[in-house]
């Protein structure tokens, strides 16, 4: 039944198809040019990204090396859950992590259903829209980013990128050479809706916090300007 | 979905009746432009994303033959499998045997507007599956055994009390209040949850097919598409072939332009680029993966005139913007699709006899074509399919003679002139007293809602030539 509608509707596609090759298709493409971006609320790409997280309703921590990070995360854990566990993905950036240094107990692989908190290892961050980019497969479960209350990122600032433009860039190389992830996911804020009489709410199925740990050299000045860009957005009644 | 378009004007003058239903359309068809604009302003160069869409949109439709069959081979290689269907009835058909040859009970689904347009929850219950919608708001208007009001916010015509008393009758989960929107959404989680953790298959839509990797996109801000993906061990996708895009660059520049007309976000909570099953090795994921692409006549309008609606993002700003959506709300199309994307979709999918009416329901103020984000001239479909009414003799016999003899008038401007100079005239002398009719023979369309104001004066030309004559 499918094979026959297939042949169906393939004939119909070519018939209203104009019927180029597939130089002449490509070179057209080609000619269309770049989309534009958005404009970045800072020259700096990392203050950027940074005033784009607060405007999706993240937060964030600025970590100087692996074991404040790990301290950070240590404290936020403790804030919300008065607990030192959490579940990190298999992700070698995690398992190098000092982990004893902010007392955090880690259980690596994918989150059961109730544990409340899950970190994960970021690729990259885009500044256009303040999103952290996961390549999931076998470092990364998907889940460790959906099904935890809240979800803790440590991204480090080196692999910030301008645009959705550049992240393609980045991820192609990956396809082109035959392993490609299973999932590519943006997450720029934590779960949401506005179903209910259009009131955003946080928390509609996965994490109702979405906390970013930069490492690599961010600094806390960065970290003000973002929250004054993001500051005179409210005072103006913007975003 | 039953199609009830042939009912949209009694429809419509039942939502019209409803006063408090009325107010919270006026509500959101104020505050949706207002987000709208302040995100197309803050990107600047919103005009140039537009057209570039519009060129690569149009770009794929003409060459769909070419990128069809690369994202098949793509998606094939990525281990997918990949179904065709021409009806609706066959796109459900191949859904549950899917379903079936899993052992499958459990079905968590994502918003799917092409599975709306199928009708596929029926046919899988009769099926014998429980099929659960996940999305807050389709899950909202499943329990109540309603229909989308919007294609974006489907549960937004009903109010916070009405959702309350609806968990509170289906839910239980014994004594709760419920008061706060976020009791509700708490409430949803907890037992939408339990629906994600026990789905056999998953099932959800897609924004963009990817030719040139054979992933597909998939935009959400609750992350429930995104469960629905990774958490059961079976995953359709169902979509239509109208969504393949060249490039991953092309999907993201649509998501640019799709959150921002929908949401006003540069970018939604989630944006997912799916390739197909799990690895060896990895610990989560559905071990199959299935997409099932639909026709249901979209290859007979990318044939067509009509050809620029594939390009339909589905955003919902033409509704935003549309007086008549406001005016009467999703319901009264009667169909999956509303507003002016409706009017011009529901005739094009099903037949244009029985959704006669929506092509009508239009003011033509030309809202929809200005701020729609993929730049089709809607106005201009909706006229073209009026015209086509015409031609086929479906419009009533009165419009017809109306319209003739005013296309007989129109290429007599001076005939013209002076008629209408003259009924001016005895308007004007009429109504200046009151300054307005309450009855006037042929409209009582107009005069049983409203008064029709009076002339003040004589006619735009009358007035023309007077001026003109004075400056000289």
Known sequence: MSSESRSRIMAKVRGASRGQGAAAIESELAGMGVAPTAPLPHEDTCIAFMANVLRNHGTLDIAGNRSEAVKLIGQYIYQHFRSHRLVAGNDPHLAAMPWRDGGVLPRFGEVEPGEPVALSYAQWGVAETGATVFLTGKSNPSRNNLLPERHLVLLDVNNLLPDLESLWRQIEPTIEAGSRPRGIQCIAGPSSTADIEAQLVHGAHGPRGWHIILTGGATHEQLQTARAIVACDDTLGGS | ?472
């Open chain 2, 1 to 472: 979905m039953e199609l009830q378009s042939q009912h949209f004007r009694e429809k419509a003058a039942d939502a019209l009746a409803d006063s408090a239903a009325v107010a919270q359309r006026d509500k959101i068809a104020q505050f949706t432009p207002i987000i709208r604009d302040a995100a197309m302003q803050e990107f600047g160069s919103f005009e140039a994303l537009r057209k570039h869409i519009k060129r690569i949109r149009q770009h794929s439709l003409d060459n769909l033959d070419y990128y069809l069959a690369r994202f098949e081979l793509e998606a094939t290689n990525n281990g997918n499998q990949v179904h065709y269907a021409d009806t609706p009835d066959e796109m459900n058909s191949i859904v549950l045997d899917i379903c079936q040859q899993h052992g499958a009970h459990r079905v968590a689904k994502g918003k799917s507007m092409v599975t709306e347009e199928t009708a596929l929850n029926d046919y899988l219950q009769r099926g014998g599956l429980e099929v659960v919608e996940t999305d807050l708001g389709e899950y909202i208007i499943q329990q109540a055994g309603e229909t989308p009001s919007h294609i974006v916010a489907p549960a937004l015509h009903k109010s916070k009390q009405e959702i309350r008393e609806l968990f509170l009758e289906k839910h239980a989960l014994g004594e709760r209040a419920l008061e706060t929107t976020e009791d509700l959404v708490d409430e949803a989680r907890s037992v939408l949850r339990e629906t994600f953790l026990k789905a056999d298959v998953g099932i959800i839509g897609s924004n963009a097919l990817i030719a040139e990797n054979g992933y597909s996109m998939l935009v959400t801000n609750e992350g429930n598409g995104d469960l629905c993906a990774n958490l059961p061990s079976v995953l359709i996708i169902c979509t239509t072939l109208d969504r393949i895009l060249p490039r991953g660059e092309d999907a993201t520049a649509m998501q640019r332009l799709l959150a921002r007309s929908t949401t006003g976000q540069a970018q939604t909570s989630y944006t997912s680029f799916y390739s197909g099953p799990r690895r060896e090795g990895e610990l989560d994921g559905p071990l199959e993966t299935h997409i099932v692409l639909l026709d249901n006549q979209r290859t007979d309008i990318l044939a067509s005139d009509y050809k620029e609606m594939l390009q339909c993002i589905r955003c919902g700003t033409c509704l935003n913007h549309c007086p008549v959506f406001a005016a009467t709300g999703g319901h009264s199309y009667g169909w999956v699709y509303s507003g002016p994307m409706g009017s011009i979709l529901t005739p094009l999918l099903t037949s244009l006899e029985t959704s006669e009416a929506l092509p009508n329901a239009c003011t033509s103020c030309g809202r929809c074509g200005e701020v729609c984000p993929a730049d089709i001239p809607l106005p201009d479909l909706l006229r073209d399919l009026r015209h086509e009414q015409y031609q086929q003799k479906m419009t009533a016999p009165r419009w017809r003679v109306g319209l003739k003899l005013h296309a007989w008038l129109a290429v007599r401007p001076s005939l013209y002139q002076f008629l209408t100079a003259m009924l001016t005239t005895v308007l004007h002398r009429l109504g200046r007293k009151k300054g307005s009719f309450s009855q006037l023979p042929f409209a009582a369309g107009w005069t049983s809602v409203r008064d029709f104001p009076a002339p003040q004066s004589g006619t735009f030309m009358q007035q023309y030539k007077a001026r003109t004559k004075a400056d000289e």
